[in-house]
């Protein structure tokens, strides 16, 4: 992860799930699926997963543009 994390891509497999309970949820309400609670539940925790993995990726964005363009890490 950022911060100095390694460089693992867990990030991709967070952002895939995320995506994958996403269209889960959204393909449960097409169908007229009750489900109670999981609804809002798999919105819930597959939304965070995606702005995770999102804000990883920019993060490694920017950190490689600054790598290349030899900027100060301050």
Do not use: D, Y
């Amino acid at each position: 992860m950022a911060g100095g994390g390694g460089g693992g891509n867990t990030w991709v497999k967070i952002l895939g799930l995320g995506l994958g309970l996403l269209t889960l949820a959204h393909g449960l309400t097409a169908a007229q699926v009750k489900i109670g609670l999981g609804h809002p539940a798999l919105l819930a925790v597959g939304g965070l997963m995606v702005v995770f993995g999102s804000c990883e990726a920019m993060i490694l964005c920017v950190e490689g543009i600054a790598a290349r363009m030899r900027w100060n890490p301050f």
